[in-house]
């Protein structure tokens, strides 16, 4: 079918009205810098959920990093979408210089986990905590970290990790919000983690699960696909995404996954606990971890914050009373606004 046909049959779509959710923060942006909303019939609506791992992250994780940044032979690696979370005592940002210009904390922004490497070898006598964050995507990078540091017998590497799984969150959101009637799969997880990872949910709430990739074309076939499901009366699993996703994922990343990590519970920052969809150090790698444990609590948020309906897809970003007002980019309380992936993040840079 071509393109033209498909944003034709999704804009004259005149059936019962739909919820989408899309699961991924680069989804969010490919759908606002293509226009998609303005292509498709306004029955369709698309939210956004918990696509966004630095977004999740919750308070407890940046004050055991900033507590590893402040102590004495330490310093702290971590990309810097990070940066500006904040936790109880202020953000790494303001922690790093200094909360009223003292006492500053030793952060370095790195562009890759492997940094730590070479940093433990020349100063061995400091210990370099790596802020590890991520989905399935990243989560095999910091194992193969690990891997090397272990390989090559190096001990003053440590990781605080807030890792997690997004099998879980779609199933809590399944059970919490039912009028959800269709999601668009998270492209990059879907890459390490294959398709029929869903397949369980698709049969369990009888709804869609479709897998796409970030370009215009992959989107609006994947919203043609959900559409078609739902007026066919059916919810499974497809793969609209095959030139990147394979059917069982990636062998070499899942092997590595299974053998580094464990799962448990994990705190996903503004939604609450999900059981099971935490990724721990087990084994010998247990050794490197950092106190990654029970990192559970989470700083209340101003009253007027609405991310957990954000993250949940219960109201949009602009629906929010502090959205571009009392909470921006720069100034950031709802994790949501943090990150570049961040719904309320996306929606402000297109909003404003």
Known sequence: MEIKDIIQYLSEYDGKPLKLMEVCGTHTA?????????LISPKIKLISGPGCPVCVTPTAFIDKCVEYAKATGCE??????????PGTGGSLSENKAGIDGENRADITIMYS?????????AQPDKTFVVAAVGFETTAPTYALLLKQAKQEGITNIKLVTALKTAIPALNWICENQEDIDGFICPGHVSVITGVHVYDDLAAKFKKPFVVA??????????IYRIVKQIEAGEGKTEN???????ENGNPKALEVLEEVYEEGPAMWRGL??????GLYLKGEYAAYDGGSHALYEDMELP???RCGDVITGRINPDECPMFGQHCTP???FGPCMVSSEGSCGIWYRNKF
């Open 240 to 246: 609209m995404y095959k030139n990147a996703v394979r």
């Open 330 to 332: 720069m100034n950031p």
């Open 303 to 305: 009253k007027a914050c």
């Open 213 to 222: 990739g970030f370009e215009a074309e992959h989107i609006l076939a994947a």
């Open 113 to 121: 986990p492997f940094e730590a490497i070479e940093k433990a070898k």
């Open 76 to 85: 702290l690696l971590t990309f810097g979408d990070m940066m500006k979370v």
């Open 30 to 38: 490919a759908i606002f810098k293509n226009g998609i909303r303005e």
């Open 272 to 277: 609450g606990i999900i059981e099971g969809s």
